[in-house]
């Protein structure tokens, strides 16, 4: 079984840069295409990236176009998600996720395993 473990939620400034890393563990990381979602209080889960599983395909969901990078380091089996430029409505639990089918999978929520999440709060 494949586990995926999110750290480097926080607080943060509007304006300010924080970077999501997602650990894996198990099945081959390679072998999966990634991404993220996130959750704000009161709204559905939303796509917000994903990565190809030889990370030469990159997704983006409209609101952070331009300000997030999503990437992978498949030596050291982790998923990133570098978020510049952070805004109050940045703010929710992201998610990460994994699906073996590819990025259609990743991108449609139709993913093979997800993490628990980390809180990512943005101050105005």
């Known amino acids: 079984q494949v586990q995926l473990v999110e750290s480097g939620g926080g607080l943060v400034q509007a304006g300010g840069s924080l970077r999501l890393s997602c650990a894996v563990s198990?099945?081959?990381?390679?072998?999966?295409?990634m991404g993220w979602f996130r959750q704000a209080p009161g709204k559905e889960r939303e796509f917000v990236a994903a990565?190809?599983?030889?990370?030469?395909?990159?997704y983006y969901a409209d609101p952070v176009k331009g300000r997030f990078t999503i990437s992978r380091d498949n030596a050291k089996n982790t998923e990133y998600l570098q978020m510049n430029s952070l805004k109050p409505e940045d703010t929710a639990v992201y998610y990460c996720?994994?699906?073996?089918?590819?990025?259609?999978?990743?991108?449609?929520?139709?993913?093979?395993?997800w993490g628990q999440g980390t809180q990512v709060t943005v101050s105005s």
């Open positions: 990565i190809s599983w030889s990370g030469d395909r990159l």
């Open positions: 996720t994994a699906a073996y089918a590819g990025v259609p999978a990743v991108r449609r929520g139709d993913s093979d395993y």
């Open positions: 198990g099945r081959a990381f390679s072998t999966y295409a």
